[in-house]
């Protein structure tokens, strides 16, 4: 069976597209905060929480088994679907925060010393940043910042005077949130990896728009989210290189990730299950496997070719409207917009754009520092999924100037 | 007039429109005649911080009287923030604190009074209860 390249066919498989919204046909543009979900996945979820329910990895009746069977294929497709190189270097998280904070606290708590480092850039999401500070904070570490350009792009010739033996790991996202921007993260790995360093990627939206070779990128870590994933909320993955994973203590205790406890002494399960403790998101995760299951029927190249041609559109059109300044700019970028206009507040426009049917983000989209470094107060982003169109773009460029003639 | 009143008064003006462009339209109206808060009281402990706008309320008594002057990043926020001053400028502490304000959802713009929308409006309604508390 060839596979799916029309966005025309892509869209059938959703749902949730086919509503109106505020009686107008919806055109979801917030793809970068949470994407909908095709029918394989829904029906999964539904399958799972109408019958086939029972608790991963503990009992030995049949449910039981469908699910654990269910959980470890999910977590074999991911390591398939990313060319991990063993299916115990895919962890079941809640989402990318969740797989930024174990890393976190379990690397730090054996690795990270007063006096040494952290490496992010200026250009992270929260969930790259706070995380970082708690643990420097408690450990008396440093969080050193790469800077972007006005452009958006890293600052790479700083990476040298930043890159030092007090740095302990880099911590950088392939695609920022705010900018759309595919960042040179091979760059940053092989320079890190030179010193010895080891690199996690923030991958929340990499992994939904380009295709993560994950032994081929080579980096350490890779922290992603189902949800923008075309698959469920609540179930994350962290991704780990075998021996670091090995080498770390767990985060939290519990349940399922033990090999044997006493009241005096407890022995952890090996990897995965030594970093999944509790009864983990085991409809999620299977989820997550039907969602990675549709992304391998869809012609990803065929995807990116559209996307392309969304992202010249955007550029032309909204370069044309007076007043309208567009952050992230470079020829390797998604089809992210992150926006301002003079003379109209970006929740206004959204506002409005709302009833329009048109759902946008607007504000501070979780990276406070990278809208200080634009001086931005706020900024309006429309984020596109491999699911919306050309019309669609033109749907928004429309809607936007409505919105602007109202507001100025 | 009672505050009763004004929120009637509020709610039949909004009754004439039918769409929401409309309904937007006016508020971005109200939003730009609002007169601005002087830039001497848009300072750091009269802003209500929230992450989609700013709002700025600044308060004064008078012969046992609050009054209120705002201003927002916003307009639709300011257009909102202008009927709540229309509402409550000129009231004693006592009829602020008493009045318990339904015109926001009668028109249909309850979404911005939840808490996760963050544009201000909330925080507003509390630090207006706040200086009637304080002055009452």
């Not at chain 1, 952290?118 to 800077?147: F, Y």
Request: proline share 3%.
């Amino acid at each position: 069976m060839g596979k799916i390249s029309s966005v025309s066919e892509i869209r059938k498989h959703f749902p949730a597209l086919e509503q109106q919204v505020n009686g107008k046909r919806l055109v979801y543009l917030d793809n970068g905060a949470t994407a909908h979900k095709p029918h394989s996945v829904i029906d999964l979820i539904n399958q799972m929480n109408s019958r086939t329910n029972g608790n991963i990895h503990r009992a030995v009746h049949e449910l039981s088994a469908q699910t654990t069977a269910l959980y470890e294929a999910a977590r074999r497709d991911i390591q398939k679907y990313l060319n991990a190189a063993h299916p115990e270097e895919i962890i079941f998280t809640s989402g990318t925060t969740a797989s930024i904070n174990l890393v976190a606290y379990s690397f730090a708590s054996k690795f990270l010393n007063r006096g040494d480092s952290i490496l992010i850039t200026e250009a992270e999401h929260h969930s790259n940043i706070v995380p970082w500070q708690m643990v420097c904070d408690m450990r008396g570490a440093e969080l050193k910042v790469l800077p972007v350009d006005d452009s958006g792009n890293w600052i790479l010739e700083s990476l040298d005077k930043l890159l030092d033996n007090s740095v302990k790991l880099v911590a950088v996202s392939q695609i920022s949130n705010v900018l759309g921007i595919i960042n040179p993260i091979e760059a940053v790995i092989t320079k890190a990896h030179s010193l010895g360093i080891p690199v996690l990627i923030d991958g929340a939206q990499g992994v939904v728009h380009t295709k993560v070779d994950l032994q081929k990128l080579d980096c350490d870590f890779y922290a992603f989210s189902g949800h923008k994933l075309y698959g469920p909320t609540g179930i994350g993955v962290l991704y780990g290189k075998k021996e670091l994973l090995e080498s770390m203590p767990p985060w939290m205790g519990g349940g399922d990730m033990v090999e044997s406890v006493t009241l005096k002494k407890t022995t952890y399960a090996a990897l995965p299950l030594k970093f999944e403790a509790g009864t983990p998101n085991f409809i999620g995760a299977a989820a997550l496997g039907e969602a990675i299951r549709f992304m391998n029927q869809i012609d990803l190249a065929a995807v990116s070719i559209y996307e392309k041609e969304i992202v010249t559109f955007l550029i032309e059109e909204l370069t044309k409207i007076e007043g309208v300044k567009i952050f992230g700019v470079s020829d390797k970028k998604i089809p992210l917009f992150s926006i301002t206009a003079e003379g109209a507040y970006p929740s206004d426009i959204a506002m409005i754009m709302d009833k329009l049917g048109i759902a946008l983000r607007s504000g501070f989209m979780c990276a406070e520092p990278l809208m200080q470094r634009f001086g931005a107060e706020s900024m309006l982003r429309a984020s596109f999924g491999m699911y919306n169109t050309m019309e669609e773009a033109q749907i928004f460029v429309e809607g936007l100037k409505r919105a602007l003639k109202m507001l100025r | 007039m009672t505050i009763k009143e004004v929120e009637q008064e509020i709610v039949d003006e909004f009754s004439i429109f039918t769409e929401w462009m409309d309904k937007y339209e006016y508020l971005i109206e109200l939003g730009k005649s609002l007169p601005i808060i002087g830039e001497n009281a848009k300072q750091e402990g009269n802003l209500i911080k929230g992450c989609q706008s700013r709002v700025w309320l600044n308060a004064q008594i008078s012969e046992g009287k609050l009054f209120f002057t705002a201003d927002s990043d916003a307009i639709i926020t300011k257009g909102i923030i202008s009927l709540l001053v229309r509402v409550y400028s000129g009231r004693t502490p006592k009829e602020i604190l008493e009045s318990d304000i339904k015109f926001i959802e009668k028109i249909g713009l309850q979404d911005n009074l939840s808490p996760t929308r963050a544009n201000g409006l909330l925080s507003m309604i509390r630090q207006i209860k706040y200086y009637a508390a304080a002055y009452s």
